[in-house]
Structure formats: C-alpha cells, structure tokens
C-alpha cells in the first residue's frame, strides 16, 4: 500500500492515530520515532502554533523576536470586521487557513485591505497584522542540531498610498516556494542580511524543547527600517528538505546520528546488565 503526502497527514490527524502509533511501538521496539505525533499536532493549527513564540518572549543582545498581532476567526463573517476592531488590528491584513493539513488550500495567502473584504471571507481563519520586511522571507530549517537559513522573496511593502488605493482582499500564490530563492539577487544590504546566527541557535534550540520536535522550519521576517527586530510568521513540520542547502549531507548525518546513539544506548544497557551483581551468586561465594 502507498500513500501520497496529503493521504497521510489526513491519517496522521485521526484522533486514533496516537493509539495506532502506541500500539504499533510496542508490537516493533526496534522501530525509531522521529517525532511524536501528539507534538506535530502542535503545528496543525495556526493559533498554537506560534503561541510557543510568544512564550518565549526571546530578547537578547542580538534582537529580539516576536509574532505579527493576530486574530481567530471561527465565527460567521459578517462578524469579523467588528471583532477585528475591537482588537485593534490594522489593516492591511494577511489571511491565512487556521488549520494546516498538508494541502495546498492550507498554504494559501490573503492580503485585505478594506473592512468591507473582511466580511467577504470564509472562516475558520487567521487574520495577522501586515509588517512591511523588505519583500524578504528568511527561511530557517531544523534538523536535529542543524540550522540553515535561506532567503526567499514574499509580499512586497504596502505604502499609505497604496492601502488607501486598494480594495478588496488579493489572493496570493504561496510565496515560500523553490522558484523565489531570493539568495542571489542583487538586495538592499539591509534588507538581505541574514538574522544573527546566535539568535536564530538559540531560538531554534528553545522551540526544539518547548515543542518536542526534531524536524521543523520557521519562516522569520525583519521589520523594514531595523535590523534587530522580528517576527516569527509561520512554524511548518517536515517542510519541503530538498530546497535546503546541503540537505543529502544534513539528513544522512542527523538520520547516522539517532542510529548511533540508539546503539551505544542498547551497548550500556546490555553491559550494565551482564556486571550487575546476583545475589544467588554474591550467597554461595559467602559461604566458603
């Protein structure tokens, strides 16, 4: 039986899946998890998601990172232009699907401009507040221990000028891909610098822990006009690897390493216990 990527993160969302996955490592205790399926259901929705972000509330000397001001909307959409005044959003707004399920519907984008477009959309979904960045994603994958990162174009800037010409909400292709490598264009120095790699160690290694995760990427903006300050957008699990830079080398050395480690585990617990004392033994020896 083969299953295709959407088939099986339609699976791996069953409420039952936990058990079937339990059952299925006590049946076969040689089988290594990745990752539990109870923590990647951490990232199937948008307003969780980045709660571990805000959590961390991660200011140093070298920035500090934050998540856009956001919004659920679970309600009916005649609605959401009262909820999102009463939370003091600005406009433009970005539109994203609340829950993420490995589909291409799930990774679509909005940009509203206008309160009248906000009735027009189709909820459950997130409305974030817009941050002008310059037009540039960082793209930061986590493999184990592993840390890359890697430009990608996204929404351009909006000006006053523009937000008060436009109206409606834009529907936008998903910006993120492999054909928007924005690693050689010609960039503003400021806009293409790459985000501190201390700061991006550190917050990788906290939400490795907070989220008990070992494969994941977080999409990361710069506020245009500073250099120390971002925003954490987007946390995706098992994102598309082979976009990554040296990905064959990254994944063998992370997929060596957990083998290793699994067997100089199963050497200490076999030796610890062939030289644990037996009392039958320690008693006749006692005796002479």
Known sequence: ???????????????????????????NPGVTVLDPPISIQHLHNRQSMLQVVVELNLSDSYGKVGVPKQLVISKEPSSIPEAVSKAKLGLPLVVKPLL????????????????????????????????NHGGILFKVYIVGEAVKVVRRFSLPDVDKREQLSNKGAFRFPRVSCAAAS??????????????????????????????????????????????????????????????????????????LGIGQSKYRNRRRLSSSRTSRPNPKTDEIASSF
């Not at 909005?110 to 997130?126: G, H, I, K, N, T």
């Not at 503003?188 to 822990?209: F, G, T, V, Y």
């Open 182 to 255: 924005a690693d050689d264009a010609d960039l503003d120095p400021s806009i293409a610098e790459l985000p501190p790699r201390p700061l991006l160690e550190k917050l990788a290694k906290e939400l490795c822990n907070r989220l008990g995760l070992r494969l994941f990427n977080i999409d990361i903006i710069r506020e245009r006009g500073t250099r120390d300050r971002f925003y954490v957008i987007d946390i995706n699990y098992f994102p598309g690897y082979s976009k990554m830079p040296e990905y064959e080398h990254i994944f063998t050395d992370f997929l």
């Open 100 to 131: 993420v399920d490995g589909s291409a519907k799930s990774h679509e984008l909005s940009l509203a401009y206008d309160e009248f477009s906000l009735s027009m959309l189709d909820p459950p979904l997130v409305l974030q507040e817009f941050i």
């Open 1 to 27: 039986m083969t299953w295709d990527f959407f088939s099986l993160s339609l699976f791996m969302s069953l409420p039952s899946f936990p058990y079937f996955l339990k059952d299925y490592r006590e049946k």
